[in-house]
Each structure stands twice: as C-alpha cells, then as structure tokens.
C-alpha cells in the first residue's frame, strides 16, 4: 500500500501508472455496469468474456474494466474495446464469441455487433463516430468509460487528484476561489447560483465550517448525479477537498441517496482508497491540511434537496426547511458555517483548477458557462446521460443527439427542472439552453431532467403527476404549499375526470400565483410551475378537458374510449390475443371490434397495433 | 413473513454501536433496521430513545418523515414500482395496475400471506430502461403488463 506524504511521490506514481495504461501489450474492454445495464446482464457478460478469453489463450492481453454509466443508456449494455475504441451497443451473452474472435483474436470489428446509425443506416465501429457521442463536449461524464470506480489507480492514471495537488501547494485559499469566480461556475443543482459567492461568504466566517455535497438527487426523472458518484466518486471526493481547503473547512458530508444503493457503496471504497493513499485525513499529502469525509444517506425525502431541509436531515432530524433568514454558509449544519454544492458543481471544479477558469468559461453562454450534463429521458430514441456546452438548443438535444422522437410519433413537450420545472412547447425547441433562457420560458433548467413527451401525453395529466408527487413531498409546514397544492389536486382531478368546469383554469392560476409569492421555502415557491406552464401553452388541452369532455392525448380514462378503425384494422388478431380482458373479437383478415363494456382501456391494442388500427376516440 | 415478534437484540446493539450511538446517525441506525426486518419494529422505539439519549417523539418522527422507513411490518418481497416521470409517461400506472390486480392489494398494503408487499418509489435512476420495479433489491426494467406479472409469478413460485 502506498500513503504519499508528498506531491512528487503522488506525481512520480501517477506517471507511472500512466505508462502502464498506454504500454502497447495491454488492451482495454470496459464494460459499462450501471443498474441500468445490469438490468441486462452486464456482470454475467463480464465473465463470459473471461471465459471466452481463456479459451483463446488471450486472458492476460486485456484488462476487462466494469464502469459507471457511458450516458448511452438506450443501448446498453455497452462494451468499448481500446486500442481503437471500437464500440459494441446492446451487448448479450451469445455475442461475446463473435466479438472475442473478431475484435480481440483477428483484430477487426465484428461487422454485425455494431452500432447502425439510423439516419445514414451504416455500421459504425468507433465510439467517438458514434453520432450520440460525436455531438457532444463530454469534458466531465467522458471519463466515466476509462475509470473503474473501485480503484483510486485508475482515477490517478486519468490524472486524477493533481489538481488538489496543484491547489494545496500552488494556490492560496483566495485564489482558488478566484478562480472559481472568473470561471463563473454556477450551482448545477437547480438555482445556478455562483458557487465562488457562496464559497466566499463562507471562507469569511470564523468556526468550525463544513462542506456539504448534496447527493439526494429527488428529482424524477433525472440521474445525472448517480451516474457520477458511480462512476467517478474520486471526481467528487477531489472537488469537495479543493473547497473545503478554499474555505478553511475540515469535515465534509455527502448526504446520497438511500435508494442509490451502488453508488454509496462506490463512495464508501472511495473513501477508504482516498483515505489509504494519504489523500483524506489529516496532513493530505504532507500540506498540513486535514479533512474528513463521511457518508449520510438519505430517506427519500425530495424537500431534502432545499438546503436547510438537508442540513436539519444530516443533524439526524425530520428535514424540513427553515426561511433563510440567516444564509446557511453563516449558520448551517450544527450552527456552523456551511457550504452546500450538488455533485455535478464538485465534479466541475478539478476540470476549472486543472485547466483554468479561461479555458473553462471559453464553453457556453455569456452568464452561464462550462458544460451541463442532462438526463435526456421518456419519449425519445436515444435516451441517456448527454453532456453538452451551455447553450446548446432544446432540439439540438432532443433531435441531433437524442434522436428524436420513437415510433413517428409527434413531438409535443420538454419537460425540464423536475417538479419545480416546466413544459415547453415546441415553438421554443430553438431555444439555447442556460440558466436564464430556460427562466424566461417560465420553466428552470434545475439539475437537469429533460423529459421529452409525446402526443400521447397529456399536459393535464402531467401537471396532475406532478402535483400529487409534490403533494406527497411538501413537509407541510407553511400554508401556501400545503393547502394550495391540495387544492390544486382537487381541481385537477377534477378536470381528469371530467368534471371540469368554467372557472376552473382561472383558479389554479390563483392558486399557482399565491403559492409562488408566499410559501416558506423553493419546493413550494416552484411546485406550482407545472400547472402554470401547461396553462400557458397547452390551454386548448385544459379546455377539451373542461367543455369537450375529450382527453385528445388518450390518457384520462373516463374521458375516452378506445375504437378499432374498420379501415385501417387487416384483422391480425394480435390485439385480440394481447387483450387481458378478451375485450376484443373478430375474424381472421376481418376488421375486429372492441367491446366497450370489456374494455379496462389498459392500452394494449393501442401500443401493439402495427397498423394504427386502434383510436382513441 | 421475516419477522415474528424476535427481535435480535445483539444485531441492533451492533448497528447502535457502529454508529457510536450518535443521534445525527439516527435516520441511518434505522434504516439498517428497517433492512434487517423489512420495518422498524416498534419495541425497537423505547430502547433506542435511551440509548440515542433523544425522545421517542423524535423517534416517531423521523420515522414517519422519511419514505425508507415503515413502522408497519412488511412482506418478504417488496415490489417497488419505479413512478418517476420517465417512467411515468411510459406507463408506470399500467405496471401499478397490474401489480394490484395480481396481487389483489393496495399500494401500500401486504398481502395476506406476508409475502408481497406493493409500493412506489420516486425515481430510481433507470429512466431509460422504463418502466422499471425493484423486488427487494433486484431490479427488472422495460415492462409491460404481462412481463410484470410473469415476474411477481415467479417470485411466488419460489417462494411456495
């Protein structure tokens, strides 16, 4: 085991390790593992590789590295084999002969296995001609594929932990958090607030301070933190130690998700491994600075996520937010002085001591800069985690890189910022993404969930959903959040069952208007914006809601039905077959009929009918 | 069903004593709890207020603030169905639906038998292998209807 006590004994040992990593004897599979992809499989893959390697006599020519996530999570799970960065989508169990012989014996790519790229319908071997990859600036998630996060070594061999090396004994204090401010790096949690601001005005209190990294991440939909933590804790461990250094603190926290099982136990060896190697604890790397690291995990609690809330869960209370009166970087976690970054505004900030606040804020917009990770999810083709500079267009995101929408169907709404986020329309898809511009449409860019919906979502429901969950979520402290969300339920529900009427639209308006001016704390100032964005651009919707009695996307039951149309039905007998309740009859080759009375409009037909045969009526 | 009014008293001696019988650590003494029998059972309260040195009612509270605890007994197997909004707008409510019709409960509820247990959880991070549910800490993705009860089929297969 080594403990550097010094910087050239940490420099000299990164060198080496970064000499074995390019020696031409050694090949590279990594693997990606993510729970998304050990849905499929993934570790059952990797020792089918090895078996098929031994069989070939060619074990030791490869290390087979299991990753964090990619971001390409639609394929998975994915393989990349270096030298060459050939790139192998949706692996399974029987294709691993074909690749071993392929790519690892004959050295070329197994032409079948590759990603076919749907717009020009060519085979394309490399990761980086991949057009989902190609499209983007993946400065922090890119590295996710060459680290196994069970071994700090090969978070050194990356460079890894030079920059806190670089911050301890070339920088003062000050400095780092100058250089924090001309990056302009603003808080990737949702508020986007300047963390050189808050890093400053916590430096200045006297005490006992604390660094906090928020690791919760309650917003539906998004999971850009948890592939992070899980595939690059160290990232995360080195930010946290270049900011508690900046501000004089000593003692950290990540409060992470109880539901994130893998990534809490990827922190906790990341940790350990920091903590052996001597760069946690006391003295770090001979420089006199100490500090500790420890876990929390949270109870799934999306109120946890306003600061003050998660302040009062890491002192072992119910987290429920105070007003910020008093600024938590005054009095936070136990009274002390306390600075709170989510753990995408950690990972930015070895990148920015690393390379520079000018090469940082070269990237992006004029008030937001670097680069923001988004979890481009629900009705989209390539759904994942996708990395672009700030200021990037909605359909650059959602077309370009995320393919665009599945099966034909029409493009409705993104759905950005989480419950405290908003739906917007497709006359706004040009819009460059970044703090403000996203602000302006009435909608925020949070911690980045992007959840593309289709015609066949209903803005009604949605706002609904998310409603109920906030319902569910407010701690229930102060009025405005906990009547008026109740309220609004009440109305919205409503209007899902078809018993809307006039008026109604008026007063979730009102509601929604209190609710943002007078509740306690962020969850209840923003709940309403679902409501009031979907107002704003999907009114019409409301409406057939409220005086048609229709639910044109299909989805509030008792506002349609489904019909089979004679025309377009060819009489497969598929939908008849899938039908759990036998709703559905007919002949071979003859248009086949609903029984409405059957029918528990589960959607089956609807979603199998190759012949948009099923309507909704 | 796991639990049966035995409570290993040693086990939650250690979980008290790997966290030094610190009261920040309470959320987190029971969750390691509520892991080892599926809930917190209530004898559990008094035992850990005296040695935490804190009040039941604080107890009581965080127990029922946050989501991962339940101080009601559960099933062997709890089913957790992913309702984040990827997973929601792929269809999250028809996996609900199924479930409850299979199971003939609740959200929320046991089965008689104790051996499922049906519940929600926000988000669990697979959005794109959605809809997705966790039985215990086994998680299956990209379901329909039917894929969701041939699951819970077998798991009752296994259990019989």
Redo the contacts between chains.
């Keep these: 085991m080594v403990k550097f006590d010094n910087k050239e004994a940490l420099e000299s040992y990164i060198q080496e390790l970064q000499a074995k990593a390019q020696s031409p004897d050694k090949g590279l599979i990594s693997l990606c593992s993510g729970?998304?992809c050990?849905?499929?499989n993934s570790d059952k893959i990797r020792d089918t590789l090895t078996e098929e390697m031994e069989k070939h006599g060619i074990a030791d020519k490869y290390e087979i590295r299991l990753t964090g996530c990619h971001g390409y999570?639609?394929q998975?799970p994915i393989m990349v084999i270096d030298p060459g960065g050939i790139f192998y989508p949706k692996v399974e169990l029987e294709n691993i002969p074909q690749i071993v012989e392929n790519t690892l014996v004959n050295n070329e790519p197994a032409e079948k296995l590759l990603f076919k790229d749907p717009a020009t319908k060519k085979r394309v071997a490399r990761e980086e001609d991949v057009p989902f990859y190609k499209l983007q600036t993946r400065s922090i998630f890119g590295k996710n594929r060459l680290i196994d996060p069970n071994s700090i070594d090969s978070y050194l061999a990356v460079g890894g932990y030079q920059s806190l090396a670089k911050a301890l004994f070339e920088m003062k204090p000050k400095e780092i958090i100058a250089e924090i401010k001309s990056a302009n790096l603003r808080g990737r949690g949702g508020g986007g607030f300047p963390a050189a601001i808050k890093w400053d005005s916590c430096s200045r209190h006297k005490g006992p301070k604390y660094v906090i990294c928020n690791a919760d991440?309650?917003?539906?939909?998004?999971?850009m933190d948890?592939?992070l933590l899980e595939g690059n804790p160290h990232l995360i461990i080195e930010g946290m130690l270049i900011g508690a250094f900046a501000m004089g603190s000593h003692e950290g926290y990540v409060y992470v998700r109880?539901?994130?099982?893998l990534a809490v136990a990827n922190l906790a060896k990341a940790i350990d491994h920091a903590k052996q190697y001597g760069l946690l604890g006391e003295d770090i790397l001979g420089s006199g600075f100490d500090f500790d690291l420890h876990i929390?995990?949270?109870?799934?609690?999306?109120v946890c996520g306003e600061s003050t809330a998660l302040m009062a869960?890491?002192?072992?209370?119910?987290?429920?937010p105070r007003a910020k009166y008093i600024h938590t970087s005054e009095k936070g976690f136990r009274d002390s002085p306390s600075n709170l970054n989510n753990v995408e505004t950690w990972a930015n900030v070895p990148l920015i001591i690393d390379k520079g606040a000018q090469w940082y804020a070269a990237m992006g917009t004029d008030y937001s800069k670097g680069t923001k990770i988004f979890?481009l999810?629900?009705?989209v083709v390539n759904?994942?985690l996708v990395e672009v500079p700030m200021g990037t267009t909605l359909r650059e995101i959602i077309f370009d890189i995320g393919g665009g929408i599945p099966k034909k169907k029409q493009f409705k709404a993104v759905?950005t910022g989480?419950p405290s986020g908003g739906c917007i329309p497709e006359q706004f898809l040009d819009t460059p993404v970044d703090f403000d511009e996203l602000t302006k449409l009435g909608s925020i860019m949070g911690s980045g969930?992007m959840?593309v919906?289709d015609q066949d979502?209903c803005m009604v429901d949605?706002a609904r959903?998310?409603i109920e969950?906030l319902i569910d979520?407010s701690?229930g402290q102060c009025n405005p959040c906990r009547e008026g969300l109740k309220q609004m339920m009440a109305v919205l529900t409503r209007i899902c069952e078809g018993n809307g009427k006039q008026g109604d639209i008026e007063l979730l308006e009102e509601l929604g208007t209190m609710m943002q001016k007078f509740s306690l704390c962020g969850l209840g100032t923003s709940a309403p914006n679902p409501v009031l964005t979907t107002i704003l651009y999907f009114r019409d919707e409301y409406e057939a809601h409220i005086y048609d009695k229709k639910c044109p996307a299909g989805v509030c039951k008792p506002l349609f039905h489904y019909e089979i149309d004679e025309e377009a039905c060819t009489g497969c007998t598929l939908c008849a077959k899938?039908c759990?309740q036998e709703a559905i009859s007919g002949e071979k080759k003859e248009p086949h009929e609903i029984d409405q009375e059957k029918c528990i409009k589960?959607?089956?037909c609807y979603?199998i009918c190759k012949f948009d045969a099923v309507a909704i009526r | 069903m796991a639990y049966n009014n035995d409570i290993d008293w040693e086990k939650i001696d250690d979980i008290i004593d790997e966290y030094s019988s610190d009261k920040e650590s309470l959320l987190m003494i029971l969750q390691d709890i509520n892991e080892l029998y599926n809930f917190v059972p209530p004898e559990t309260i008094p035992v850990l207020a005296q040695k935490l040195n804190v009040p039941k009612s604080l107890i009581y509270s965080v127990a029922t603030f946050y989501k991962t605890i339940s101080l009601e007994p559960r099933g062997k197997y709890i089913v957790n169905v992913c309702t984040g909004t990827a997973c929601h707008v792929r269809g999250a409510e028809k996996i609900i639906d199924a479930v409850q019709d299979n199971l003939q409960i609740d959200t929320g509820q046991t089965t008689q038998d104790g051996l499922f247990t049906l519940e929600t959880v926000r988000c669990l991070g697979c959005c794109a292998a959605g809809p997705v549910f966790t039985v215990n800490k086994n998680m299956h993705g990209g379901l329909d209807r039917s894929s969701a009860i041939n699951i819970i089929d077998d798991y009752k297969k296994n259990a019989s």
């Design positions: 729970p998304g050990i849905i499929h999570c639609e998975g991440e309650g917003d539906p939909g998004a999971y948890r592939g109880h539901e994130y099982p929390s995990k949270g109870g799934g609690a999306f869960s890491l002192e072992g209370k119910p987290g429920r979890s999810v629900g009705k759904t994942g759905q989480g969930g959840i919906m979502t949605v959903y998310f969950f979520e701690c899938k759990p589960c959607g089956i979603d």
